[in-house]
């Protein structure tokens, strides 16, 4: 691989929300990955939750707002999806079409609830267990990282 390409790479790394960058190609193989700024490394945040988790604090950094949460995804009552992988979240099929899934719906074991694009690919996450879905913690064109929380699902209602 030559610097041409590596140089590439790093401007489309810089260019990009990417925190890392893994090529591989034939034999050759590179890796480019930088450190996140504290912004950047920020909880997740949920943007829509049921029931009420109390009061929301606003916190700004630079000229954008964040909602932060009440409650930290892992304290919440319920069983939790994360993001198998890095890449865009996807609430429904296409930009017009309904989403895939609703705070407050009932879903099934295997029903999808999102999709998240990673490297042109679309991948469907699917419900693991069957219950309530009680939180959804990214909107359509959101980064997501692995290991991320998605969903909450309501652990008192899974069958």
């Given at each position: 691989?030559?610097?041409?390409?590596?140089?590439?790479l790093?401007?489309?790394?810089?260019a990009?929300?990417?925190?890392?960058?893994?090529?591989?190609?034939?034999?050759?193989?590179?890796?480019?990955s930088?450190?996140m700024?504290?912004?950047?490394?920020?909880?997740?945040?949920?943007?829509?939750?049921?029931?009420?988790?109390?009061?929301?604090?606003?916190?700004?950094?630079?000229?954008?707002?964040?909602?932060?949460?009440?409650?930290?995804?892992?304290?919440?009552?319920?069983?939790?999806?994360?993001?198998?992988?890095?890449?865009?979240?996807?609430?429904?099929?296409?930009?017009?079409?309904?989403?895939?899934?609703?705070?407050?719906?009932?879903?099934?074991?295997?029903?999808?609830?999102?999709?998240?694009?990673?490297?042109?690919?679309?991948?469907?996450?699917?419900?693991?267990?069957?219950?309530?879905?009680?939180?959804?913690?990214?909107?359509?064109?959101?980064?997501?990282?692995?290991?991320?929380?998605?969903?909450?699902i309501d652990?008192?209602?899974?069958?």
């Open positions: 691989m030559d610097i041409r390409k590596i140089k590439k790093m401007d489309l790394l810089e990009s929300q990417l925190t890392e960058l893994e090529i591989k190609q034939g034999e050759e193989s590179i890796r480019l930088r450190a700024s504290a912004s950047l490394a920020s909880p997740a945040v949920a943007l829509r939750t049921l029931p009420e988790s109390g009061p929301s604090t606003v916190a700004t950094s630079g000229a954008a707002s964040v909602i932060a949460p009440a409650t930290e995804p892992e304290a919440l009552d319920g069983h939790v999806i994360t993001s198998p992988m890095v890449g865009t979240y996807y609430a429904s099929p296409t930009p017009e079409s309904e989403p895939f899934a609703r705070v407050g719906a009932r879903v099934d074991k295997g029903d999808t609830l999102c999709i998240i694009e990673a490297m042109k690919i679309f991948n469907q996450i699917e419900a693991d267990r069957a219950g309530v879905l009680r939180s959804i913690f990214k909107q359509t064109g959101d980064p997501v990282e692995y290991g991320e929380t998605l969903f909450v652990a008192t209602e899974s069958v």
